[in-house]
């Protein structure tokens, strides 16, 4: 498939995805989305999509192309729950800009792995350690201001939904693992 299409096809599944609050709106009033939301969803959606293309194309493996999947899910979730309520505290808590630190580690690491399976490895390792790490500073280091805590969702909640995104990165890694060692030969194409 070309680069084209699969742009073309990433921009059609994010036009349906941002239907579905369009058309919620409709017929719930629980449900308030403006213009600025929907572009924020739709660059996330697209940009979502449009990464998996272009770094999933590179490699001729099954398994790179789960990491892959799994990774810009990962980063796609933690952008989204922390735009959406936070990930510590509610959204206004300025903690939560420490998780902006995995989504750096996770690129950077990425661009000096050169997409190599072996290094993509590293790099989503790296990353769900410094997910814990950011966890760990938010939760227990850097408490939440009074304005900004929210002591009804709990600290066992905060730090099992924390873990469960650090898995996310941590499986992405594992795949990753697995992609290097099953003999993966890098695509001439940029996309397929």
Known sequence: MTLNKSILRIALVTAFLLLIPLVAMQFNTGVTWTLFDFVVA????????????????KWNNTTYRMAVGVA?????????????????????????????????????????ARFRPRGMSNAMFAASLTYVVATIIAVF?????????????????????????????AVSGWLFRRASTAGSTQNGQLAS
Do not use: C, H, K, R
């Open 42 to 57: 739709g660059t996330l959606l697209f940009g979502t999509g449009l990464t998996y293309t272009l770094v999933a194309g």
């Open 72 to 112: 810009v899910l990962a980063g796609l979730l933690l952008v989204w729950a922390q735009l959406a309520v936070g990930l510590v505290g509610s959204e206004d808590n300025p903690v939560n800009l420490l998780f902006g630190a995995v989504l750096l580690v996770a690129i950077i690491g990425a661009i000096v």
């Open 141 to 169: 280091i850097w408490l939440p201001s009074p304005a900004t805590a929210e002591p009804q969702v709990g600290l066992v909640n905060v730090l099992g939904a924390n873990m469960v995104f650090a898995a996310l990165w």
